[in-house]
């Protein structure tokens, strides 16, 4: 087959010109010989606008200023989509139209000696079997049933038949640290990373682990994606995330999800097969939420002093020189606390998304540096700490939602040496948020111990 040499530049995706790292002359050659295809940026629909990458329709979402390239006096962009480039309505996204070179078909690409439990075996064999057919797929399973691996078999019969596949996760720190295991497990395949910041953004990868925003980028390009962590924010509440996946996407693809806390809406959609994975790879059972009333914490804090149950909680996990884990509501109560930790001389650090020393602090705490880390709902999910044990402060918040909390209890007792661990949701007043929470818990126990 004949590709042109710049082929693997678009392959699979609708860019922004300015996206494109050819010179202008070589970009507009493409175009004169129709290899590459102008499509609108923004479709018009009578009396608004699509966003051809975001599939944003909302009015409000749309911003208008006169253009110096269309000299228009109102030119209209998504605001939705803005972080990947303007999309305005006088500008087009450019498609590859010419032959694609094909992926390899490599018989035996995962290079990974473990084992799997006879949980991850099940989901495993359904992942494969997604991958042959082509359908879709939920693998429900808890926190500490080991996802990435479950997905080996499936990635290696995905590249036996040279498919393309996308891995899509809403947090960069995920595809940081899902890139570097893929790639010692899959030595042979290329592979690459992409969330904002990222570089290496035009090599022509079988297999791409993208953040879900990332993913707007390309169009009918994979054979096979994995929709990481479906239920997490964004994904679940932003549309425009979903239409991307969909875009990205074959016509014939499969499709896998994987939740440990799938919405009822997920689980409930017609032709989804439910794979569930009530146990950890360990075997042990997950850690049970225990609910502890603190009586109106605000305003002690107000006044200058911690609930004397989680400070007597701090002190009998220190002295056993454990570290912990402590959510708070917001971003708003991480210097009080803290200055409340630091009046009962208790080593810490706090952390919160937009926290430029996030990773630094977050990577310390892993190297049990010091006893306390004081967090919003960002360490919730995805990270992995060595015999940590977690407190919620203000559990009965509106942000701890049943899922978030599961996922917080789901920070414990992660590996087989130390398997258990406390989960205390320090509250004033029992939410059904907790209450869910917990007998979702109970009830993952329940199935688990039949296997
Ligand atoms: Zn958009
Ligand atoms: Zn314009």
């Known amino acids: 087959m004949n590709h042109h040499p710049l082929a693997v530049l678009f ?43 975001c599939g944003n329709e909302d009015l409000s979402l749309f911003g208008s200023h006169p253009c110096a390239r269309c000299k228009a006096t109102t030119c209209t962009y998504c605001r939705n989509c803005i972080q990947l480039g303007k999309m305005s ?41 997604a991958v042959k057919m082509p359908k879709e797929v939920l693998i429900w399973a808890v ?18 038949r040279g498919f393309r596949v996308l891995l899509a996760t809403p947090r960069t720190d995920v595809v940081k640290e899902l890139y570097p ?12 990373a992409l969330y904002g910041g990222s570089k290496d953004r035009h090599s022509f990868a079988q297999l791409i682990v993208a953040t879900t925003h990332q993913a707007m980028r390309f169009y009918e390009a994979f054979d096979v994606v994995i929709v990481d962590e479906v239920d997490a924010f964004p994904f679940s509440y932003d549309k425009s995330l979903q239409f991307a996946v969909e875009h990205a996407k074959k016509q014939t693809a499969s499709t896998i999800y ?37 009586g109106n914490w605000q305003k ?13 909680w701090f002190e009998t996990m220190i002295s056993s020189k454990k570290t912990v884990l402590l959510f708070v509501p917001s971003v708003s109560y991480l210097s009080t606390i803290s200055s ?36 919003t709902t960002i360490l919730e999910r995805g990270v992995t700490f060595p015999n940590v044990q977690v407190a919620v402060l203000g559990a009965e918040n509106d942000v701890f939602t049943e899922s978030a909390l599961v996922q917080i ?32 818990i109970l009830q993952m126990n329940e199935e688990g111990r039949g296997l």
Request: positive net charge; contains cysteine; glycine residues 6%.
């Open 181 to 192: 295991r893929l790639q010692k497990s899959f030595p042979h395949i290329i592979i690459t």
């Open 89 to 129: 309505s006088c500008q087009f996204l450019y498609e590859w139209q010419g032959e694609l070179p094909p992926f390899p078909f490599v018989k035996k690409s995962l290079h990974w000696q473990g084992q799997l439990s006879s949980g991850q075996k099940r989901a495993a064999d359904a992942v494969v079997e």
């Open 143 to 160: 926190c500490g049933a080991g996802k990435t691996e479950i997905m080996f078999h499936g990635l290696e019969e995905a590249f036996k």
């Open 340 to 375: 409340l930790l630091k009046a009962n001389s208790i080593p810490h650090k706090t952390v919160h998304a937009n926290d430029p020393n996030r990773h630094e602090a977050v990577a310390s705490f892993r190297k049990q540096l010091f006893p306390v880390m004081v967090t």
């Open 300 to 312: 002690q804090v107000k006044k200058n002093t911690l609930p004397r149950k989680l400070l007597i």
């Open 258 to 294: 994987l939740s440990a806390t799938p919405s009822t809406v997920l689980r409930k959609t017609p032709n989804l097969e439910v794979v569930k994975i009530p146990k950890r790879f360990h075997g042990h059972p997950l850690p049970v939420p225990q609910l502890t009333w603190i």
């Open 11 to 53: 392959a699979g995706k609708r860019l922004l010109r300015s996206e494109s790292p050819l010179p202008g002359h070589v970009f507009n050659e493409l175009v004169r010989l129709q290899l590459l295809k102008a499509i609108p940026c923004l479709q018009a629909k009578g009396s608004h606008y699509l966003c051809g990458r």
């Open 409 to 440: 209890a789901g920070r414990v007792g992660r590996s087989a040496t130390h398997a258990s661990g406390d989960v205390v949701f320090f509250h004033y007043g029992t939410t059904i948020a907790m209450k869910s929470a917990r007998r979702h």
